[in-house]
Nanobody
């Protein structure tokens, strides 16, 4: 089982990035797929979540209207489209897959997003 993130990088404020998280070893059915982030000196926080089974999405208030989470079931990949990025969005972004009916809980290795002012 593996989650591999990609798409991070350095972008100016107001710019956009799309993060990808490719899963192997399991399928997304009955999983909650989430993106978390952790800035230096701060706790990890949940940013966005999508329930694979019915497509419901959830966002932390600070990213509503700017970030969009989606999944491509054929590619077993979850995405985070980030727009109008702000310096406070700078963090390591982690992909997470949690089985809604059990204890399986998988994390990616993280990808750095840096937003310059």
């Amino acid at each position: 089982v593996q989650l591999v993130e990609s798409g991070g990088g350095l972008v100016q404020a107001g710019g956009s990035l799309r993060l990808s998280c490719a899963a192997s070893g399991f399928t997304f059915d009955d999983y909650a797929l989430s993106w978390f982030r952790q800035a230096p000196g701060k706790a990890r926080e949940g940013v966005a979540c999508i329930l694979r089974r019915d497509g419901r999405t959830y966002y932390v208030d600070s990213v509503k209207g700017r970030f969009t989470i989606s999944s491509d079931n054929a590619k077993n990949t979850v995405y985070l489209q980030m727009s109008n990025l702000k310096p406070e969005d700078t963090a390591v972004y982690y992909c997470n897959a949690k089985f809604v009916y059990g204890i399986q809980d998988y994390w990616g290795q993280g990808t750095q997003v840096t937003v310059s002012s």
